[in-house]
């Protein structure tokens, strides 16, 4: 039973272009939701994450835009570098509840030079 | 500080066979977590330790059994491998609070079955 649903599977962008990743939820109870960046080999690594109280963070070329009436949220990865290509993982959770993290299927990201 | 810290990083078992995986965790987290990772699936969770002395199911959980030790160690054991359960493993921990939530991730396990 998938709670978060992620697109693309995989993406292909140039150097310099900008990379949008989309995640939906169906728990509206959910109130924490961040995003999981991994290289080959590693483990995954929080990259930014967001709370449904505000509808956008930035960190860099980083930025989460969250839509709480659509139940949904998005990565945009800003001037994109052959160095951000990795899969990336949308996550959510119920904080108080102290569930663990409901992660999406994950996305590819591949950036040519 | 180390981290999380899973052992070992690789494992070839056989079909019926089992195996303990360990995980510890040197950041005095409460929560701790086993996720598979399968490809084209993300990550899904097997069990969780929300505080020392709990453990609760998660999406995949047949076939898997926890032990929460204390509170810096979390094994996921294996009672009798099936080709299915090929996977990479990762644990995780977090603080379980409301204010620090970050999970932090081990390096995994890949563990191949035949």
């Known amino acids: 039973q998938q709670q978060v649903k992620q697109s693309p599977q995989s993406l292909i962008v140039q150097k310099g272009g900008i990379s949008i990743i989309n995640c939906a939820y169906e728990?509206?109870?959910?109130?924490?939701f961040p995003w999981y960046q991994q290289f080959p080999g590693k483990g995954p690594a929080l990259l930014i994450a967001?709370?449904?109280?505000?509808s956008e963070k930035k960190e860099g070329r980083f930025t989460i835009s969250f839509n709480k009436s659509a139940k949904q949220f998005s990565l945009h990865i800003m001037d994109s570098q052959p160095g951000d290509s990795a899969t990336y993982f949308c996550?959510?959770?119920?904080?108080?509840?102290?569930?663990?993290?409901?992660f999406g299927k994950g996305t590819t990201l591949s950036v040519s030079s | 500080n180390a981290g999380v810290t899973q052992t070992p990083k690789f494992q070839v078992l056989k079909t019926g066979q089992s195996m303990t995986l360990q995980c510890a965790q040197d950041?005095?987290?409460?929560?701790m977590y086993w996720y598979r990772q399968d490809p084209g699936m993300g990550l899904r969770l097997i069990y969780y330790?929300?505080?020392?002395?709990?453990?609760d199911k998660g999406e995949v959980p047949n076939g898997y059994n926890v032990s929460r030790l204390n509170k810096r160690e979390f094994s996921l054991r294996l009672e009798s491998a099936a080709p299915s359960q090929t996977s990479v493993y990762f644990c995780?921990?977090?603080?379980?609070?409301?204010?620090?939530?970050?999970?932090?991730f081990g390096q995994g396990t890949r563990l191949t079955v035949v």
């Open positions: 728990n509206t109870a959910f109130d924490y």
């Open positions: 996550a959510a959770r119920i904080i108080q509840a102290g569930t663990a993290l409901i």
């Open positions: 950041m005095n987290h409460n929560s």
């Open positions: 995780a921990s977090t603080w379980g609070g409301r204010l620090n939530t970050e999970a932090f």
């Open positions: 967001i709370r449904p109280d505000v």
């Open positions: 330790s929300a505080s020392e002395g709990t453990t």
